[in-house]
């Protein structure tokens, strides 16, 4: 075992954050190397063992390329990992779990005030010479090194690459747009197949779309439901005139008594737009007539000028 203390950073599509090394299954192979392999992984997964990843507590959350960890100790082929701008009340430097080694590089990225963010599903990176290295997902951040007429030049953990224009944007983080950008950013996934500690366009759990489509917008929240429940602007639960579109809407069990279980966006209208459950997808639905209209327990608002964390 190795004891470390230093910034490496994802150097696949997307890497899972596993509870500890052996959490992870044979049916999980595609899911732990590299190159990774969602797709195969994902449509390989049947219900029960879908399910299993959140039953048995085998995965935590999600990095995308580029995404910076601390590694704190190497057992292995795995590394302890804490995910830096994932806010949690786990650890307050960010998301704990372990990740295969193979999916990290100790490359350092160039600190660059300027970045690129990923802001359509996915996009191909491409090496300098022009040969297609990987697909890089919905809001990828990742070091601008120089413009031409239809590339960005970027810094990435892998080395030198180019993404089209067309596909990202500048981002700095000190840009907030309102969170009714955040469920515009949504519905462009409806139908997409919840998984259970989703961060990417591959598939989102409840919390993860709502950290991600607040992401796209300059904002960055707790990661899990139960923080983004606690910070933000309170508002009335129980008077909708009040909702915004873009406010986040809670749930627990037992009409709204138990500990937060689930989160969405309020859509207006008396609707949400939310990631359900395993064996669901990205939906809008009228909240009336259903359990979630005895089961809400929260609203919090959050952007420009609003506590995120």
Known sequence: MTTLHNIWHCSVAVASIWTKPESARDIDQPAITNPVHLVKWLEALPYKERLDLCDSNRV???????EPVIVEEIQGEWAKVIAILQPTHKDERGYP???P?????KQKLLDSTESII???DKTQ????DGTPQ????????LPVLDEKAQYFIVDTPIGRGKVLKSSAVKYTGDIV????KAVQFGLYYLDLPYIWSGMSSYGYDCSGFTYNMAKACGLRIPRDAGDQATYGMAISKDNEEEWRVGDLLFFADEKGTKPVRHVGFYYGEGQMLHSPQTGKSVELIKLAGTIFEEEICAVRRYGPGVKTT
């Open 97 to 99: 779990g372990w990740v």
């Open 177 to 180: 747009q309102s969170m009714n």
């Open 134 to 141: 990987i697909v890089l997902t919905f809001n990828t951040i």
């Open 60 to 66: 935590q959350t999600q990095l995308l390329f580029g």
């Open 118 to 120: 990923v802001n359509v």
């Open 125 to 128: 990176l491409w090496s300098e």
């Open 101 to 105: 080694l193979a999916q990290l590089s």
